[in-house]
Every structure is written in C-alpha cells, then in structure tokens.
C-alpha cells in the first residue's frame, strides 16, 4: 500500500483532481457503473434491498488485497453482525484511475457505493463538491483512538468526513553500515545532517537525497517536511520558515554537496534505486518506501538499515504525514448502516487485522500492538513517532493538487538556479495564491 500514491499517475491525479472539485459530470463519458465483487453472497451494486431480502451494503477499498482472506474476514465480520449483505467494490490499483472512478460516481450522484475509501487530498475535494456526509454517527471512541494530526486531515469546515484507517508518515532512515564505519552518530540538528553528510559523500556516494522533481506532488511533499520544521509551509511562502527552509535545501545541493546534482530531477523510484544500488546514505522519506528498501533483498543482504527520529529543523523535529480512511457517499441510501460499518472496520481488532494485508493502522494502540509490529516493519517507528515527534499535515484544500502544481513549478526552478530565493518566494507566493483562488 503506497502512502503518497501521487507519483502513480501523474497527469491522472492533476487533472481528476482539478475537475472533482468542479463537479467533474463530463468524466462519466464512456465508463462504466462499478463493478463489485460479493463479499458475503451478496450481488449487484444498487444498495438498499438485495433480491433476497437482505439489506446489503457496498464497501469501496484497495484492489488486491493479500491475503484476501484478512479482508474477507473483516466483511464477513460485519456482515454477520449486521445481519446484512457486504459487496466489495475493487477501486483501481492506479490512484488517479480511482479518483476519476469516483468522480464519475459521485458527481452523477450515484447511490451504488456505500462505504469510500479515499485518502486526505480526495477528502477535501470531495467535501467541497457536496459528496460526502459529516461522519456524526461514527462512534468518538473510534476517533479518540487516532492522533490529531490525522484527524486534522480528515476535516473540512469544522467537520470530520472521514475515519483515518491508513497512515503513513515521513520517516528518517539511514544506512548503519556507513555510519558505523565512519564513527559517525544519527544526526539530531540540521547543522549534524550536513556534517555527516559531508563525510559520507565519497566514492560515489551522496549523503542525502531529495525528491526534487516537478509536476508530481514528491516535491511538494519534500518541501513540506523542510519547512514545517522552520516553522513554514508553502501556502505562506513569505514567511522567515518558509524561505529559511527553500535556502536550507538548496544549498544542500549546491553548496554543501552532499545531495546529487540530479535531486532537481529525482522522485522516489529514481532515489530507492540509488539507494538500493549503494549511492545514498540517508534518506528522509515515507514509511513505506523504507519497508519496501529494507525488504529488497541486496539492500537486506549488504546494508544494515537504521531508523531515527527526524533531525531537528530551526523550530521543532516534526515530519508530515498522510492517510487513507473511511467515508460515507452522501447519495447512499444505507448511510446509517454505512457509519456502522466504519465503526467495525476501525476497530481495533479489525484494524490489527487489515495490518496482515499490509494496511498500517491509524490507531494508535493498534500500531502498538505485537501483531501488527510483526506484520508490519515500520510500525514500530510509527508508534514511536506518534509519540515523541511532532506531527505536521500537508496543507490540504479543496484545490490541493494545483497548489501542489503551482508550487512544484517555481520552487523546481530555483532549485535549478533558474531563478533566486527572492524570485522564487515573490513567484511562488503569486502562484500558489491563485492556485488556492480556484
């Protein structure tokens, strides 16, 4: 399961985002009603009554789930609970076909689906296009058990619409072997992140990477993560954090050298090639891509891994963090027993469950628990982190992906050295700003 999906496709997710928001009806022109898949006996994608009798209910969430049978187990669960029908609707496997999948749906106000699994950009768009409900029926006991910073994702205008299940955040992990070569200890500073960056680059071997590609939203996401530890974000370029943070990374590049020359063209499958390949020594990115590096088999074979708490910024420690989760199609005609079922899904039980699919839980007892640590290698951290790190979100607004956009395209040039520091705060801040304006 990816946590940033948006590097999956690219151009996908801009646009379908772009036009979600909008209430995008024209992207319905040559697609197909859903298709699910009976989970409990159950056919059809109409909700309400099904031939038999039985009320049945339609569950959005991930395609190929493995093993099947742990999802199986939590539908099934419910299912017999309830007394109802559960069909699984498979949402695409690219992220951007799943957005235009549910912008077809829901802007035609479509019933079908019942139960949606989206992530936090969708959330705010979909939220503003009217086609989510106000999870008021969801119990608080199952809110209460996440970390504030998700829940903060979740919300639009003072509500919540949607229930975390999912969560992934921005780790700092490192290859041991060289620091432990080097006599070097895990930097705790940025002044410590450039020093041992600077004797880990050699040999063809950089001390650090960035994502520093235009157009993917990996950049925004970076820049994020730097300024949110200056006490920054990109919706406020002018601010002393925010420009702070934009010299910080790119003298990381250009003055201290210890970030290849290629950051300013790189995203996250070039980087866990570098790094897979022996060419980085650090690397602050997401959980899963960590899980993922640390179970390839050379990187496993030939490199021991580490795993620290983010060095700290001008201002704080923090990392940013994304998540998946639970909500309710407002044109669903089974929307109480909808709240119910996220009630189950994000139980505890059912949470440690999805953990053995590769789902990491939000909860936050949950990330704790020794089953879900077993199935999942960064759980462990994350718990950790929920506990001692502070935790930023990505701004999220009803137009987040053109932020994202306008963003990426001038920071990408001042990374570049197409353009200065002040050039790059007086231009970003005019084009994030009209961004935000829609």
């Not at 990505?394 to 963003?407: E, G, K, L």
Request: a neutral charge.
């Amino acid at each position: 399961m990816a946590y940033d999906s948006s590097s999956s496709n690219t151009v996908s997710r801009r646009n379908l985002l772009q036009q979600a928001g909008r209430g995008a009806v024209g992207l319905a022109a040559g697609l197909a009603l859903p298709e699910v898949l009976a989970a409990c006996g159950g056919g059809g994608s109409s909700g309400g009554t099904s031939s038999g009798g039985s009320k049945q209910l339609t569950v959005a969430y991930w395609s190929n789930v493995t093993p099947a049978q742990d999802l199986q187990a939590v539908f099934d669960g419910f299912a017999k609970q309830a007394g109802v029908k559960v069909t699984y609707f498979q949402e695409p496997q690219v992220f951007g076909d799943t957005v235009q999948k549910l912008t077809t749906y829901l802007s035609s106000g479509y019933s079908g689906l019942d139960v949606l699994w989206i992530d936090d950009f969708m959330t705010a768009t979909f939220s503003n296009a009217g086609w989510l409900v106000p999870l008021d029926n969801v119990s608080p006991e199952n809110f209460s058990a996440i970390a504030d910073a998700q829940l903060k994702l979740s919300t639009y205008n003072d509500h919540k619409y949607r229930l975390p299940a999912n969560f992934g955040s921005v780790i700092f992990f490192y290859r041991k072997d060289l620091f432990d070569k080097e006599g070097i200890s895990v930097p705790t500073t940025w002044d410590e992140l450039v020093a041992a960056g600077k004797k880990l680059t050699k040999n063809g071997v950089y001390g650090l990477s960035l994502a520093g590609k235009n157009g993917n939203t990996e950049l925004f996401n970076e820049m994020c993560y730097w300024m949110g530890q200056a006490g920054g974000d990109p919706l406020h370029m002018d601010s002393p954090g925010s420009r702070q943070a934009l010299q910080f990374v790119h003298d990381l590049i250009h003055v201290h050298k210890i970030a290849p020359p290629d950051a300013v063209t790189a995203d996250y499958t070039s980087i866990q090639t570098s790094f897979e390949n022996g060419k980085i020594a650090m690397w602050i990115s997401w959980d899963g891509l960590y899980a993922g590096t640390a179970m390839f088999p050379s990187v496993a074979k030939n490199y021991k891994m580490g795993v620290a708490a983010p060095p700290k910024g001008p201002k704080n420690n923090g990392t940013i963090i994304a998540n998946w989760g639970w909500a309710i199609n407002k044109y669903s005609k089974n929307q109480d027993l909808a709240a119910k079922f996220i009630d189950y899904a994000a139980s505890l039980q059912s949470e440690i469950t999805l953990a053995k699919t590769g789902n990491t839980p939000s909860r936050t007892d949950a990330l704790t628990n020794t089953d879900v640590q077993k199935a999942l290698i960064q759980a462990t951290y994350l718990a950790d982190y929920v506990k001692n790190v502070e935790l930023h979100y990505r701004p999220i607004t009803a137009h987040a992906q053109r932020v994202s956009d306008a963003f990426e395209q001038v920071v990408n040039k001042y990374l570049n050295n197409q353009i200065d520091l002040d050039a790059c705060v007086t231009q970003g801040k005019q084009a994030v700003d009209q961004a935000m304006q829609g």
